[in-house]
């Protein structure tokens, strides 16, 4: 294999994979595969690595659930590294995170971006709240009085929408539509509905 491609596998046999969101682009983690995993992955058209503390291969989401359907995979000029673009079903990081790489060194500021994140950012924060409960939040509360009590939610702010809507006021449409996607997060949350799966299904609706 390592000859089809010209790869350039190291001393141990082993080659660094680096795993990427297919539609976000971001970087969700690094590992190591040999010509075996790299084989089981293009066969399944799931990610497989090899574990170098336990020496043996394992497949990512075999036991969380959290697979990454791969998409496409390149290597890069000095052939000694692999790019694995896949459509991950769950987080990427053993600590739960959406992606390994949370620890920041620096970052520049931009709010632009920051805004094009925002409904991600929010998904997080909300699901960081039913994980880690802080007294007095509006969030846990909800999640508190269960599933009758989101639902609830979800139907009365879907309502101000179409009142805000017939009252022709732009402002009231703008409130209350955040009201109403700020409720439908914690609903997916209390569902254990991730949005790459929401996104997954917009996909293939606007590719039909």
């Known amino acids: 294999m390592s ?11 082993l080659i660094p994979a680096i795993v990427q969101d297919v539609n976000t ?3 969700l983690m690094l590992a190591y595969m040999n010509e075996v995993s790299l084989e089981k992955t293009l066969e399944t058209k799931k990610t497989w690595f090899y574990s170098r503390s336990r020496k043996k291969l394992w497949n990512k989401g075999e036991t969380s659930g959290n697979y990454q359907i791969v998409k496409k995979i390149s290597y890069d ?3 000694d590294t692999l790019l694995i673009e896949v459509i991950p079903l769950g987080n990427a990081c053993h600590t739960g995170s959406e992606t390994c790489f949370f620890n920041k060194v620096f970052e520049e500021e931009n709010k632009e971006n920051s805004k094009n994140e925002i409904i991600k950012k929010l998904y997080n924060r909300i699901q960081k709240r039913k994980e880690n409960p802080l ?3 509006y969030t846990n509360y909800l999640f508190e009085k269960g599933i009758d009590k989101i639902l609830k939610k979800v139907g009365e702010e879907a309502s101000e929408v179409i009142i805000g809507a017939k009252n022709d006021n732009k402002d009231e449409m703008i409130y209350e539509v955040s009201d109403l996607i700020y409720h439908l997060l914690v609903l997916l949350i209390e569902k254990k509905i991730t949005m790459d ?10 590719n039909k």
């Open 3 to 13: 000859k089809e491609w010209d790869l350039k596998f190291d001393e141990k046999g």
């Open 135 to 137: 007294e007095g939040s």
């Open 197 to 206: 799966e929401i996104k997954e299904e917009l996909w293939n609706r606007y």
């Open 77 to 79: 000029c000095d052939q």
């Open 25 to 27: 682009k971001k970087v």
